[in-house]
């Protein structure tokens, strides 16, 4: 089972809400870890986007709207990016990592196709 | 502005060698920890290799270990990554990072091919 798992994909209408899932293995405890989010647009470099620990600890990628947010699921054991009124610009790959056991992990990534 | 450019890809065959650079601009390159993270194409993003400020501390991904070496030379602000024993897998863009992400480089693409 790998450590990070993210849906392959999302699709969502311009102006709604996306909700990016990161589940972490079991065993692997969210509360934990910070998680790290990228986007990366097609031929394009990866871009940070944010960090989110708790609410306390957090940081936002330079020149990344508010709009882009960060949480966690205590619950889903899940790291967890809100993206609200969706732009056609930000359809793209989102991938969220953490560093885990001297490793920089990513998760699989999900495509978001704004429609 | 924090600039990372990386150069120094290109074809190899396999079981081959190749040296990648990462020339950093823009920050405190030598209090910056740094990584390696490569996508083969049409997947997704894999971490290969960290190092800290000083040089001192290393961590790779079992996919490289013992094949690819990190380093960088911080009185030249240049981070680096010797891959030996190149296989097909190996195939990627590689992108140099500033920490966990905050900068990347724009990558430069390896190619592993008979």
């Known amino acids: 089972q790998p450590v990070l798992t993210q849906p392959t994909s999302l699709s969502a209408s311009p102006g709604a809400s996306a909700r990016f899932t990161c589940t972490l293995r079991?065993?692997?405890?969210?509360?934990?870890?910070?998680i790290y989010w990228y986007q990366q647009k097609p031929g394009s470099l990866p871009r940070f986007l944010l960090m989110?620990?708790?609410?306390?600890?957090?940081?936002?990628g330079s020149g990344v709207p508010s709009r882009f947010s960060g949480s966690k699921g205590a619950s889903s054991n899940a790291g967890l990016l809100l993206i609200s009124g969706l732009q056609s610009e930000d359809e793209a790959d989102y991938y969220c990592?953490?560093?885990?056991?001297?490793?920089?992990?990513f998760g699989g990534g999900t495509k978001l196709t704004v429609l | 502005e924090v600039q990372l450019v990386e150069s120094g890809g290109g074809l190899v065959q396999p079981g081959g060698s190749l040296g990648l650079s990462c020339a950093a601009s823009?920050?405190?390159?030598?209090?910056?920890?740094m990584n390696w993270v490569r996508q083969a194409p049409g997947k997704g993003l894999e971490w290969i290799s960290y190092?800290?400020?000083?040089?001192?501390?290393?961590y790779y991904a079992d996919s490289v270990k013992g094949r690819f070496t990190i380093s960088r030379d911080n009185a030249k602000i240049a981070l680096y990554l010797q891959m030996n024993s190149l296989r097909a897998e190996d195939t990627a863009v590689y992108y140099c990072?500033?920490?966990?992400?905050?900068?990347w480089g724009q990558g430069t693409l390896v190619t592993v091919s008979s």
């Open positions: 990072a500033r920490g966990l992400g905050s900068a």
């Open positions: 823009g920050f405190s390159f030598s209090n910056s920890e």
């Open positions: 190092i800290d400020g000083g040089g001192t501390t290393i």
């Open positions: 079991s065993g692997i405890n969210v509360g934990t870890y910070r």
């Open positions: 989110y620990n708790s609410d306390s600890e957090k940081q936002q």
């Open positions: 990592a953490i560093w885990y056991s001297n490793t920089w992990v």
